[in-house]
C-alpha cells in the first residue's frame, strides 16, 4: 500500500514565522503535489514537483515556496506566515505523470491555523 | 478552462437509499483519465476508481458502480443501499497530464 505522511496534523503559528510543512513517500513515486482545500474553494494546487529537485508552480503559489531534496520528501514553505493562509494542506504523490495520469495517493493533511 | 462539474452541492438521503453523483467533464483530449475520491470527516482524500476514457464499460465494486457516458461527458457516480460510513465528500477529478483537475465535490449525507 502507499503511504503518504504529513509532519503534523494540527499546527499553530504566529503571523509572519515561516513554516515548515513535511511530506514523505514511501512508494518511491515519481510526482508529488501540495494543495490547500478552504471551504468553497475546493482544492487548489500550490506546487508540484516531477523530479527531484525539479518543481513546477501550480494555481496559487504566491506566498509559499517548496523543496524537493529526496525523490520521498517534498517540503511547503511559508516564508512569513499570514492569516489568509490558515487552511487545510494536503500532500499526495503520484507515480508517473505525463499524458497517462496516474492516481494520486493523499496524506492525512495539516490544518493550519495562523493567528 | 476546462472545468469538472459537480452540480450537487449536498445530498442528504436515508440509510439504504440509492444514490448517485453527478459529475461532468470538459476536454479537448481524445485520450485522459476520470477519477473519483472520497474525503470522509477525518479529511484524508481516499482515492476510488481510476477510469480511461476508452473504456466506457460501467465499473462495479461492491456498492458502488460507475457510469461512463462519453457523448455526455459525464462520469456518475452510484452507491447501491447506502450506509451511514458513506457519509463523507465526494470528488470526481479529470486527469491533465501530471495534474488532476478538481471538481468542487459533493457533500453527502447518510442519515440513520
Known amino acids: 500500500d502507499v503511504k503518504v505522511t504529513q509532519s503534523s496534523r494540527y499546527l499553530v503559528k504566529r503571523t509572519g514565522e515561516k513554516v515548515f510543512l513535511e511530506c514523505v513517500q514511501d512508494m518511491d513515486h515519481e510526482n508529488m503535489f501540495w494543495y490547500r482545500q478552504d471551504p468553497g474553494l475546493g482544492l487548489r494546487l500550490i506546487y508540484f514537483s516531477y523530479d527531484v529537485k525539479m518543481k513546477e508552480k501550480g494555481d496559487i503559489p504566491e506566498g509559499y515556496s517548496v523543496s524537493r531534496e529526496k525523490k520521498e520528501r517534498f517540503s511547503l514553505i511559508l516564508e512569513s506566515a499570514s492569516t489568509n493562509q490558515t487552511s487545510m494542506y494536503l500532500c499526495a504523490s503520484s507515480l508517473y505523470g505525463g499524458r497517462d495520469t496516474d492516481t494520486q495517493y493523499f496524506g492525512p493533511g495539516t490544518r493550519l491555523t495562523v493567528l | ?112
Open chain 2, 1 to 112: 478552462a476546462q472545468k469538472v462539474t459537480q452540480a450537487q452541492t449536498e445530498i442528504s438521503v436515508v440509510e439504504k437509499e440509492d444514490v448517485t453523483l453527478d459529475c461532468v467533464y470538459e476536454t479537448r483530449d481524445t485520450t485522459y483519465y476520470l477519477f473519483w475520491y472520497k474525503q470522509p470527516p477525518s479529511g484524508e482524500l481516499v482515492f476510488l476508481i481510476r477510469r480511461n476514457s476508452f473504456d466506457e464499460q460501467n465499473e462495479i465494486s461492491g456498492r458502488y458502480s460507475w457510469n461512463f457516458q462519453k457523448s455526455t461527458s459525464s462520469f456518475n457516480f452510484t452507491i447501491t443501499a447506502s450506509q451511514v460510513v458513506d457519509s463523507a465528500v465526494y470528488f470526481c477529478a479529470r486527469g491533465s497530464n501530471y495534474q488532476l483537475i478538481w471538481g468542487a465535490g459533493t457533500k453527502l449525507i447518510i442519515k440513520p
